[in-house]
């Protein structure tokens, strides 16, 4: 299907091109469109009938979204801005050059500016910055078969039908109704008996993680966004919120590896701008690890004196790096999901000590085998690095442990204490306890 | 109000503590549960009215399950049972010790035994395992009136009732209508005229991953899920989705963290079990990380003539894991969110290179600083450092960005080329450079 399109269209076959793609999804057609060669793009654009061609201009990139609003006539723009959806408008112009926000703005009605400006003034991240506008409102002294006469009237346009809300002449919330109690009840019944009265609802400035966790929580597959005066200003749906969990699952995962987190694809993101996200933890880190140099330069003698000892400082300082991400990614995520609370303080620390005297022994038992039985380095050397071993490893997990749960009681992001940071922390103690035991066993 | 309902069950209040919880939601009612002491918990679990004890019953931990089944009478399994959704009968069934499980299925009926044995036999993250069978099936010569008020007769109990499938007479599915098509429609059309025959459906041994990826990219909120017949068996809803996203993102989050994935919660996994899913990976890691040991052991001359060189060696080999872990992470996430695909190998390379040369020239420059002004340790020890520096960081993120996307093509889990993985292999390589050039430079 893609190739016989875009043959269609290099051989200029439009009408052809148009009949193999119409019956498609929108994300699937816009999608081809990608792979289209920019000259032949708004042709091709102008192939569709007006409301699909909304529904793909939705599903765009932002580069092509520029492109074809910089080729088509106002009125083409006009009629796009009025078939999006408000959140989709949104998400469209916040990618936009200045040059093109005018334009469009320009080219839509007063009261649609206004709003579009109200939403532009929501933090990210903020419900109000994924919610829409294009839902039911009904009235609590309709009955059931009024309520779906109205629905079939207003219906068609909306984002969704499956949950409405009950609002008073104030357009304060009172109370919700599903599609489906709506059906499953008698067209005689008044609303006002059969709504939900607890509509659970979210605020404006309300952060979208938070709105994620009720979601996932509850199962809904809708919200209400009220304002302070519990006035109904839009309502977030369920695929904006899955959205919304992906991107904070990314910026975890970013985040642990010592990365400025980025919403932009890694392909559609320059090279300079890779560089600026990955520079600043590179450096931190770096100029933390020279504390280890510093170390090892002050134990300059012992090491001279048994240069063997070298050997295994990249195994130690490998293991508890290993060790501690282990444990810091458990409690990180598990933050993240809500299994897990600064609470559980002490419960942590005792099962990562559980944890490290086992996986400590075994690891050390291998070790002392390996360094005495293979390498044949000496029992005192097999001792000392066993024994910094066992240290290393409960001190990596010790310390993976608890840094992400401090860093959540005083409010910073537990993600930030992953693996690249405890690695730095530990190496340095573990360093420490290293040379020291090897100082004191043998006697240098 | 959680405090009021635990201080009302100890002082034996019960019709008290019944009003107080009876208007929440199940799942934080199941919430509440957990904080009850074990003998009062049967007690507690039948102040519920039947319809929402099951419901309750499918928010608990399954701790808590297996206490109140243990605890209840066979009649009131059957109850519990015959209230609860399929899948979610499946999830718990699947979670009980094998004398449960009996107890259950002994109280079950025959066709609903057959059944459960049916789901029990799909693969685990397969869309047989996460479907449910609570939907409307439809007949294509129905009017729309006849099939709402089909619907009104039957969706009482069905898990969704907002799509609605269209079924010929061997239950191969023909089409799909949406409850808001129905409601939007006149009441005399007929469902032929109106359902969308193009309907995407998944098949029972469908990775539930890909499941997911559809979900996301159609903004679908239900899924049918067919036989090889075509015949419909069950449907899988958003909220199950939902769980897929997290689920798939945590086990990623753990493979790289050289984790051994869990779906069991932190605090809910005993120390031993935590142990066993860490030790495989810090083992295979530990004996790695021995090579690097035998390349220092080798220049060990080298080292003992400028003692100094080891002081740099933790700097060199933790800047190069963290810049490894980048690239890594970046490649990995974007795999998994489909953003970048194996096909894009020569791009990934090329944009890795751009990336370490500007990163590498801005960490060598301020470490050659460092070493030369600060440390005051010589100009070609400077350079030496900086030198590896700057071939660290390339190879690592060279290295980290192929290594999954080799996977990907092996049909390997790329999540499993993270950072501890390539700290591992950048360490030898970066240490054979390091003393390589030392060698040469200081003419050791």
Chains 1, 2 share one sequence.
Not at 253 to 277: D, F, G, S, V
Request: charge should be negative; aromatic fraction near 6%.
């Amino acid at each position: 299907m893609n190739k016989k399109f875009l043959t269609l269209i290099e051989e200029e076959k439009y009408t052809e091109a148009r009949k193999s793609i119409i019956d498609l999804p929108a994300v699937d057609i816009a999608k081809l469109f990608e792979e289209v060669p920019q000259p032949k793009l708004v042709v091709v654009f102008r192939l569709l009938p007006k409301d699909l061609s909304s529904d793909v201009f939705t599903h765009m990139s932002s580069e092509l979204q520029r492109q074809v609003i910089e080729a088509i006539t106002d009125k083409e723009v006009v009629a796009i801005m009025s078939n999006l959806f408000m959140d989709d408008a949104i998400d469209f112009i916040e990618e936009m050059p200045a040059n093109v926000v005018k334009r469009v703005l320009k080219n839509t009605s007063e009261d649609t500016r206004t709003l579009i400006n109200q939403f532009l003034n929501y933090p990210t991240d903020s419900a109000g910055s994924i919610m829409t506008i294009e839902y039911i409102d009904l009235k609590k002294h309709m009955t059931v078969g009024q309520a779906l006469d109205y629905i079939k009237a207003n219906g068609y346009d909306k984002e969704t039908i499956n949950t409405c809300y009950v609002l008073n002449s104030s357009r304060v919330l009172e109370g919700v109704v599903s599609l489906r109690q709506l059906v499953l009840s008698d067209d005689e019944e008044i609303l006002e008996d059969i709504i939900n009265l607890e509509v659970d609802s979210v605020k404006t400035h309300d952060d979208q993680e938070e709105v994620a966790t009720t979601f996932k929580k509850y199962d809904y597959y809708v919200m209400p966004v009220v304002d302070n005066e519990n006035r109904l200003v839009g309502i977030i749906t369920v695929d904006d919120i899955i959205d919304v969990i992906d991107k904070e699952a990314t910026e975890d995962i970013h985040k642990m590896a010592a990365l400025q987190p980025t919403e932009k694809p890694y392909l559609k993101t320059n090279i300079w701008h890779l560089a600026k996200n990955r520079i600043p933890w590179l450096l931190i880190l770096m100029v933390s690890a020279a504390l280890t140099g510093g170390i090892i330069k002050r134990y300059e003698t012992a090491l001279q004196s048994v240069i063997l000892l070298a050997a295994f400082i990249p195994m130690l300082m490998d293991t508890g790096g290993n060790a501690g991400s282990q444990s810091s990614t458990l409690i990180i995520r598990g933050l993240a999901l809500g299994e897990i609370e600064p609470k559980h303080f002490l419960k942590v620390i005792w099962k990562e000590l559980g944890v490290s005297i086992i996986v400590g022994i075994i690891l050390s038992a291998v070790n002392f085998l390996k360094i005495y039985l293979i390498d044949k380095a000496g029992v005192l050397v097999a001792i000392t690095v066993s024994f910094t071993l066992v240290l290393t490893v409960t001190l990596s997990k010790v310390i993976g442990g608890i840094l992400p749960l401090l860093a959540k009681r005083f409010k910073m992001d537990p993600a930030i204490m992953a693996g690249p940071l405890i690695t730095t922390i530990v190496d340095a103690i573990s360093l420490v306890v290293y040379f020291a035991t090897a100082t004191w066993l043998l006697k240098l």
